[in-house]
C-alpha cells in the first residue's frame, strides 16, 4: 500500500493534535534557523508562537506550509506528513504570511473567487463564499474594485479572507494584524474565535503581546531557533515571577506608613505607587498574603481594595528571553530567510 494512501488516523499522529513537530532543523548557510524545534498543536485550539526577531518562527511556519524543507525531522500537519504529502496537507490548510499576497488587477471579489476555484470549490459556493467572507472583512463596498487601489489595512484583511475561503481545518497566521488599526484588527481577532469555535486549529505567530493573550490557549517561545518555553499563559506567568498582591488603602496618604509596617514584621518584596495609590508585595504563597492582609488589619490601616495579578506577558517574554518584548506599536518583521 502507498504511504500516501494511508488514513491520517493511521499514521501514528495523535487522534487530539492537529500538528505535531519532532525534531526539526533547519540551516541556511551557517545560521540556524531552527534547531531541532518540538511543538504540538491540538486540535481546536490557537497555539501563540512568540520569540524575538530572527528567532526562527516564520521559518517555522513556511515548513508546516511545505514551501520549504528541513534538513530534519518530522512534522504532520491534520495528519499528513509535511515531506511525503504534500498535495494531501496543502488542502486542509490556509495561510497568511507576513506581506499580503493578492493579484492588484483582480478585483477583491475575483481574488477570493478564483483562489476558490482553485481549491476546487463548485461554483456556486467559490462564489458564496467569496460574498461571504468580502462581507465579514467589511470589503462589501469594494468588492468590484482593483485590489491595487485597496489601503494596506483593506489588502491585508482581503489577504485574510483568501487564507479562510477554502475553511481550512489548520490556519497558520504569520503576524497576521501587524499594521492594521485596532477596528481591524479586533475583527480579525473575531473571524478567528468564530473558526476555532467551528472547529479550526490555529497557529500563530505574532509581535502582539495583546493579540496573543486575546487569542492562544497555549503558548510556545522560540529563541535562535530553539523553543526555550511553552505552557497556557497563565502557567508561563506563574513560572516567571509568581503573583503579585496589589492593596489599595482608603487614605493613600498612609501608603509609606503601611510599607514600614510589613517590613518590620519580616516582609519582603514591598514597594508603593503614589501614582496609582497602590501598595504592591511580591507573593511566595498564600501564607505570605494572609500575613500581609492580618498585619495591616492588626494596624488598623483602612483598605479600600485588594487583588492579585499575575505578571505582564510582556514581562513573561522579556523574563524567559532576556530581551524587551516588541512594541505593539511598531512591530520589526522579520527577514524571510532567517525568521
Known amino acids: 500500500m502507498n504511504r500516501n494512501d494511508i488514513a491520517p488516523n493511521d499514521r501514528g499522529l495523535s487522534g487530539t493534535n492537529a500538528v505535531e513537530v519532532r525534531g526539526i532543523v533547519k540551516h541556511y548557510g551557517e545560521t540556524k534557523a531552527l534547531d531541532g524545534v518540538d511543538l504540538t498543536v491540538r486540535q481546536g485550539t490557537v497555539l501563540g508562537v512568540l520569540g524575538p526577531n530572527g528567532a526562527g518562527k516564520t521559518t517555522l511556519v513556511r515548513i508546516l506550509s511545505t514551501l520549504i524543507k528541513p534538513d530534519a525531522g518530522t512534522a504532520f500537519v491534520g495528519g499528513y506528513d509535511v515531506l511525503r504529502q504534500p498535495k494531501q496537507l496543502r488542502r486542509t490548510i490556509g495561510l497568511t504570511g507576513q506581506y499580503a499576497s493578492v493579484d492588484e488587477l483582480l ?46 489595512g483593506m489588502r491585508r484583511r482581503l489577504d485574510l479572507a483568501a487564507s479562510m475561503i477554502g475553511n481550512p481545518k489548520v490556519l497558520y497566521l504569520d503576524e497576521p494584524t501587524t499594521g492594521l488599526d485596532p477596528r481591524t484588527r479586533n475583527e480579525v481577532w473575531d473571524e478567528v474565535q468564530r473558526m476555532v469555535s467551528e472547529g479550526a486549529t490555529v497557529l500563530l505567530t505574532t509581535q502582539y503581546m495583546e493579540e496573543a493573550e486575546q487569542l492562544a490557549d497555549e503558548l510556545t517561545v522560540i529563541d535562535k531557533g530553539k523553543v526555550i518555553a511553552n505552557g497556557a499563559v497563565a502557567e508561563l506567568k506563574a513560572q516567571v515571577g509568581g503573583r503579585t498582591l496589589q492593596v489599595r488603602p482608603v487614605h493613600p496618604a498612609e501608603l509609606p506608613e503601611m510599607a514600614r509596617c510589613l517590613h518590620e514584621a519580616g516582609l519582603t518584596g514591598v514597594t508603593i505607587s503614589t501614582d496609582t495609590s497602590l501598595l504592591s508585595v511580591q507573593l511566595t504563597d498564600d501564607e505570605q498574603l494572609t500575613s500581609v492582609v492580618g498585619v495591616l488589619g492588626s494596624r488598623g490601616f483602612g ?37
Open 107 to 152: 478585483s477583491g471579489y475575483e481574488n477570493l473567487y478564483l483562489i476558490g476555484r482553485l481549491l476546487d470549490l463548485p461554483a456556486k459556493r467559490a462564489k458564496a463564499r467569496a460574498t461571504e467572507l468580502l462581507e465579514r472583512f467589511s470589503l462589501t463596498d469594494a468588492a468590484k474594485r482593483p485590489a491595487k487601489t485597496y489601503s494596506g
Open 303 to 339: 483598605i479600600a481594595g485588594i487583588d492579585t495579578k499575575l505578571p505582564s506577558l510582556d514581562e513573561v517574554f522579556l523574563t524567559i528571553t532576556g530581551k524587551s518584548a516588541p512594541a505593539d506599536a511598531a512591530p520589526t518583521l522579520e527577514k524571510e530567510a532567517v525568521a
